[in-house]
């Protein structure tokens, strides 16, 4: 099968550097191959940013080339719908992907983060996708998301003290919402007491399973 296209919507290549090492490793058998943003924020933690973001993930259309499907791997999706309406391959989101893995069944769910100005558009994301009922809410880390996530050890605990404040108002599930965060999300993964829902994995696997129905469908 043709390779599926990681896009990261920031401009830190080193991010997409470890997004494509988590991908490959949660789904051997895929080829993963990766476009970092060419313009934009190295980090988006607000709407204004967000949605240069879409753009930038837009502008690159034109090199996604001999994909089988591509993945939107911010936690915002921007750019997920036009991205779509521009070219003919299965696309996923990493919010999409996550909250329906996290939802499935009905489960109730939240979303952990460090970006509090991105709360109303993670809210949006869930009614957009049809898990209002289910989605709690997003709980988020304290203090400035730059200084949080510049200490990988620090990063993961108040991740970890955020899941629990989570769990304590009824979710069954917690998605880590953004791709800078799935390296801390990896070590989270099965040390807490909740079903902890990595998007980036979880993105994976839709955009194969889509690749592999568009590709058995051609």
């Known amino acids: 099968m043709k390779p599926i296209l990681l896009i990261n919507p920031n401009t830190n290549a080193g ?14 058998d895929a080829r993963v191959e990766g476009l970092t943003a060419r313009f ?32 939107v791997a911010a936690f915002g999706d921007p750019g997920l719908a036009a991205l779509r309406a521009r070219i ?23 979303v952990v983060t460090t970006t509090p100005d991105l709360v ?4 949006r994301s ?23 996530m510049a200490v990988p050890d620090r990063l993961v605990e108040a991740l970890a003290e955020a899941c629990s404040r989570a769990v304590k108002v009824g979710a ?20 807490r007491d909740v079903r902890l829902v990595e998007p980036l994995p979880s993105a994976l696997r839709l955009a194969h399973r889509r690749a592999m129905m568009a590709e058995s469908l051609a």
């Not at 470890?18 to 051997?28: C, G, H, K």
């Not at 869930?126 to 949080?148: E, I, N, S």
């Open 15 to 28: 991010i997409t550097a470890a997004m494509l090492d988590i991908a490959r490793e949660s789904l051997p």
């Open 40 to 71: 934009g924020a190295p980090l988006i933690t607000d709407e204004t940013a967000l949605a240069e973001a879409g753009r930038a993930v837009l502008d690159l259309a034109q090199h996604i080339g001999k994909a089988a499907g591509v993945i």
């Open 88 to 110: 003919a391959l299965p696309i996923t989101g990493l919010a999409e992907a996550g909250m329906a893995e996290a939802g499935e069944g009905g489960r109730r769910f939240a």
């Open 120 to 123: 109303a558009a993670i809210a």
């Open 126 to 148: 869930a009614q957009a996708y049809g898990h209002g009922p289910a989605f709690l809410g997003t709980f988020l880390t304290p203090g400035d998301p730059r200084d949080v």
């Open 172 to 191: 069954e599930a917690v998605v880590i919402g953004g791709g800078p965060l799935a390296v801390a999300a990896r070590a989270l993964a099965g040390k």
